[in-house]
């Protein structure tokens, strides 16, 4: 029997509506540095009250979930953005943020807040870095290869 990613991503919705946390993998490279994708999975908790710096899973501009950070909420509108994004944004409602990502979990189970004092001070450093974010994200992926040798 196999099962789509569809339904795979339904049943995380459904277990963090009912309060039950949910680890779940990453793809891709939107929230680097912050969340490595393809190696990090991040535990996703129901989203009581978002709030701008928060990472979370929202059904955006309605055809896909992205896993995002928080740029701004007004009123029931939300802008969404990934760290690892240079120029583009994401829009959905209040009510398409399905959860919250409160902590990185690498490939041994360590854990690391998402959510600490410490990683909001430096998400909201790297946030106002947007204009040389380019060139951050360069030397952070040249770092990772020299790493991998």
């Not at 049943?11 to 490595?36: D, H, K, Q, W």
């Not at 701004?72 to 953005?81: A, F, P, R, T």
């Not at 994004?85 to 490939?107: F, M, P, R």
């Amino acid at each position: 029997m196999n099962v789509s990613d569809d339904e795979i991503l339904a049943e995380a919705i459904r277990l963090v509506a009912e309060g039950i946390p949910v680890t779940f993998p990453v793809n891709g490279r939107s929230m680097l540095p912050f969340i490595a994708g393809g190696r990090e999975s991040v535990v996703l908790e129901k989203a009581i009250a978002p709030q701008v710096g928060d990472i979370v899973l929202a059904f955006v501009e309605g055809n896909r979930y992205v896993i995002h950070r928080i740029l701004k909420i007004d009123g029931e509108s939300v802008i969404l953005m990934g760290d690892g994004n240079l120029y583009g944004v994401e829009h959905c409602k209040v009510t398409d943020i399905k959860a919250q990502a409160t902590y990185a979990v690498n490939s041994k189970g360590k854990r690391r807040s998402l959510v600490s004092r410490q990683s909001r001070r430096r998400a909201s450093l790297w946030c106002r870095l947007r204009p040389v974010r380019k060139w951050l994200l360069l030397c952070y992926r040249i770092l990772e290869k020299v790493k991998a040798l």
